[in-house]
């Protein structure tokens, strides 16, 4: 096996495990707030775009339907979100964060911007930029080799 592309040093490798383990961060300080990592994207995509729908999210979350239709059937059931006919399409259903929802994503989401800081206050607003770009061109290529 060629040296350079040993598993321990993988471009691959490195990735998947710093994502793991900010995940895993991540997740951490949303349960402290009550919340799962799926509930918490839910009412993040929710307070940025009030009323879409349910396969939206989905889209979104990069989930099937079926769990999110689990997720969001969970938060309805604790009054976490609302859903409510659209006004013209009778049958799309728009969701909505509830005053209950917003107080646990302000908990969960201040939790996760603590996280943030401390990853950020080990990088130069500089070292920042760079690792965006770096990983912006990562997924570029990783979504179209052909470029």
């Given at each position: 096996m060629d040296p350079e592309f040993a598993?321990?040093?993988r471009l691959l490798t490195a990735i998947k495990t710093a994502e793991q383990a900010t995940q895993q961060?991540?997740?951490a300080a949303v349960r402290a707030a009550g919340l799962t990592l799926a509930q918490y994207n839910v009412l993040i995509l929710l307070d940025?775009?009030?009323g879409i729908t349910s396969a939206e999210l989905a889209r979104r979350c990069f989930v099937t339907p079926q769990a999110m239709n689990q997720t969001v059937a969970r938060l309805v059931r604790e009054g976490r979100i609302e859903?409510?006919?659209h006004p013209t399409h009778r049958h799309v259903l728009?969701?909505?964060i509830t005053a209950d929802g917003r107080r646990l994503l302000d908990k969960a989401d201040g939790q996760v911007l603590e996280l943030e800081r401390r990853l950020r206050d080990h990088l130069s607003p500089e070292q920042q930029q760079?690792?965006?770009t770096h990983l912006a061109a990562i997924?570029?290529?990783a979504r179209h080799p052909e470029a």
């Amino acid at each position: 096996m060629d040296p350079e592309f040993a598993p321990r040093r993988r471009l691959l490798t490195a990735i998947k495990t710093a994502e793991q383990a900010t995940q895993q961060a991540k997740e951490a300080a949303v349960r402290a707030a009550g919340l799962t990592l799926a509930q918490y994207n839910v009412l993040i995509l929710l307070d940025e775009t009030p009323g879409i729908t349910s396969a939206e999210l989905a889209r979104r979350c990069f989930v099937t339907p079926q769990a999110m239709n689990q997720t969001v059937a969970r938060l309805v059931r604790e009054g976490r979100i609302e859903r409510t006919p659209h006004p013209t399409h009778r049958h799309v259903l728009e969701t909505r964060i509830t005053a209950d929802g917003r107080r646990l994503l302000d908990k969960a989401d201040g939790q996760v911007l603590e996280l943030e800081r401390r990853l950020r206050d080990h990088l130069s607003p500089e070292q920042q930029q760079d690792l965006r770009t770096h990983l912006a061109a990562i997924e570029r290529l990783a979504r179209h080799p052909e470029a």
